[in-house]
């Protein structure tokens, strides 16, 4: 994760994170979990990952949707 976001979530009261839905998003989610955060997926398309096969997004986001 950035140095900049850490020490952004470091030094204010954040509890459930905003990211998106797209590849990066989904990195900073897995880093924000094993900080014990509980982030928002917000996304503008029908899909997480939209530039992958639907398929391929349904079941992440099914796992996503089990560790929420």
Known sequence: MPLV?????DNN?????LI????IGLEVLENL??????PIIVEATNQ???RYDIEIAKLLEKKICRIC
Not at 13 to 17: D, G, K, S
Not at 20 to 23: L, S
């Open 20 to 23: 998106v839905g797209g590849f």
């Open 48 to 50: 997480i990952l939209p």
């Open 5 to 9: 976001l850490e020490n952004f979530l």
């Open 33 to 38: 979990f094993e900080r014990g955060f509980k």
């Open 13 to 17: 009261q954040v509890t459930n994170p």
